[in-house]
């Protein structure tokens, strides 16, 4: 696997160079750059609960992802993680169909 981009938290604090919140971001940032794509959205779900009323708009801010994205991450939290593939990243039959050869 290639290096993965390290996204800058965009929230206010960090935008001022505010510790400790400022280095905690910079470290979940660079926990997500190492997660796959379930994982990811798991995390950022955790923690937009963990915050509480607008933490998924600000865990938004911090990593990047979509808020839509975390929300089904909670979601998925929710229900126990019930309809998610152990072994794989996405569910069969997910992903680009194959290309037929002539």
Do not use: F
């Not at 910079?26 to 963990?50: G, H, V």
């Not at 994205?69 to 072994?87: H, K, Q, Y």
């Amino acid at each position: 696997m290639g290096s993965q981009i390290i996204h800058q938290c965009q929230c206010w604090e960090c935008q001022e160079g505010k510790e400790p919140t400022q280095s905690h971001y910079e470290q979940l940032n660079l926990l997500m750059s190492r997660l796959n794509e379930q994982q990811r959205r798991w995390m950022a779900a955790l923690e937009a609960k963990r915050l509480g009323h607008g933490g998924t708009q600000r865990l938004s801010e911090i990593t990047g992802l979509d808020i839509n994205t975390i929300r089904r991450g909670r979601r998925e939290l929710d229900g126990g993680l019930a309809n998610r593939p152990v072994e794989r990243v996405r569910v069969a039959g997910g992903g680009r169909k194959r290309i037929e050869k002539n």
